[in-house]
């Protein structure tokens, strides 16, 4: 071999020999990285809207996670959780936590969607007479039912006491609960007719709720004629607590508290009445800001009084001649309609809430005033109209606030009392 050749081979192999260590320096070999975890793409379209008061489940709870397209199997942790209530009107967003069931592939991912939570459609609850009673083959007895505002032929029965009077019913803010009036046998009662408070899905689902406290469920009292408070924490009522005086009772208005299961009883309302025959005081209504209004004959005659939220001042309203009854505060609180006989025939009127600017809203026909007659008025949630029981509960009508367009029916062919819209 040539010294030139000797020299060119002995370069070629020096360079083989310096590329070998750059490549790993011995025979070394550098680490492959392990591959790159994928993150799953959540898949929850916004859901239908539901009305205030929904509780949420896996309607609205639905999302997915999936990659490259399939399917990726894993937990799911939504906030707020299934059987949270929406109590709120507008955009309610919900989120989501995804945790993979192979964590190795797959890393946590995150959602969310909107829902609309819209206000629930505006119902009508009343009692209606049912003449079956299995006790007495010759006394009705008496269900609450309700109906949206917009069909009256979409009934309810919310109550399925057959040996029970169920009355007076009224329906929370968010018009979830409807609570009433309610004689059980073997409930509330001693061979009944004792009266006490219930409340109950509006819906009818669910089990009755007793209001314990106060003159309720016992054979020395009762209590009757409900309202819910604005903010659906309390629930008004009136009693007769029969143990006091000997030979008489005490009669007047209490709230009830659910939160703390307590009562209050407002002292200005109390009444003592001696004998046998009381008359009664009733159909409570709360004002938006606590006060209440409510009838009572403590002057001879039926008047519409209202209440100081602690309950030590009360005042007459409607402080007349005549008898008016059966108080209902508008939706605003601006106006109190009421029935009155002051026309010759019962009649709704409206005034203030200061007891002014009275009118006369609805005119019934003379001629037979005691089965011809507007009574128990209840104003639509947008205060446009007045509900009513027409006569002797033979069905509702509905006017309009300041008279303007006559009679509406409403609901026809019911024996239809008390009814409550909210």
């Known amino acids: 071999m040539k010294v030139k050749d000797a020299l060119m081979a002995g370069i070629a192999l020096s360079i083989v020999a310096v590329l070998a260590g750059c490549a790993g320096g011995g025979g070394s070999t550098t680490p492959v990285p392990p591959p790159e975890k994928i993150t799953p793409v959540i898949e ?28 990726v199997d894993g937990s799911f942790v939504y ?15 919900l989120s989501v936590i995804f945790t993979p069931t192979d964590s190795a592939t797959y890393t946590t991912a995150t959602g969310s969607t ?6 629930a459609q505006s119902m009508v609850a ?17 269900n609450i039912y309700a109906f949206p505002l917009s069909d009256p032929t979409n009934l309810t029965r919310v109550t399925a006491n057959s040996m029970a009077e169920n009355w007076s019913p009224t329906i929370s803010p968010d018009r979830t609960l409807i609570a009433y009036t309610a004689n059980i046998p073997g409930g509330t009662c001693t061979g009944c007719g004792y009266y006490a408070i219930y409340y109950i899905n509006s819906d009818g689902s669910g089990v009755q709720t007793l209001v314990t406290n106060g003159y309720t469920g016992t054979a020395s009292g009762q209590s009757y004629d409900p309202d819910w408070s604005a903010d659906g924490t309390k629930i008004s009522f009136a009693y007769v607590d029969r143990t006091q005086p000997a030979g008489g009772a005490t009669l007047g208005i209490g709230v009830w508290n659910k939160t703390t299961n307590t009562t209050m009883l407002l002292p200005a309302t109390e009444e003592i009445q001696m004998g046998n025959g009381f008359s009664l005081p009733g159909h409570t209504r709360f004002l938006a800001d606590g006060r209440i209004v409510y009838n009572s004959a403590r002057s001879g005659k039926w008047q519409v009084y209202i209440a100081s939220a602690d309950g030590t001042t009360i005042s007459n309203l409607s402080n007349s001649s005549s008898n008016d009854a059966d108080p209902a505060p508008s939706p605003d609180g601006t ?17 203030a809430t200061t007891g002014s600017n009275v009118a006369q809203v609805s005119f019934p026909p003379t001629g037979d005033p005691a089965n011809v007659f507007h009574s128990q008025p209840a104003w639509t949630p947008d205060g446009t109209e007045i509900m ?4 002797n509960g033979t069905g509702l009508d509905t006017v309009k606030s300041d008279g303007s367009n006559g009679e509406v029916p409403l609901l026809a062919s019911r024996a239809a009392r008390f009814p409550y819209c909210r």
């Open 335 to 351: 106006t109190i309609a009421f029935d009155s006989d002051r026309s010759g025939v019962i009649a709704i009127y409206t005034m």
């Open 79 to 93: 906030n707020p959780s299934a059987g949270t209530a929406l109590t709120t009107v507008g955009t309610q967003t």
């Open 126 to 142: 009343y009692m209606d007479f049912e003449y079956d009673n299995p006790n007495d083959g010759n006394a009705p007895y008496y």
């Open 114 to 119: 909107t829902l609309a939570v819209t206000a």
């Open 44 to 71: 929850w379209p916004s859901p239908s809207s539901v009305p205030v008061g929904t509780q949420l489940s896996a309607v609205q709870l639905d999302a997915t996670a999936k990659a490259n397209g399939a399917s």
């Open 388 to 391: 009513f029981t027409l006569g």
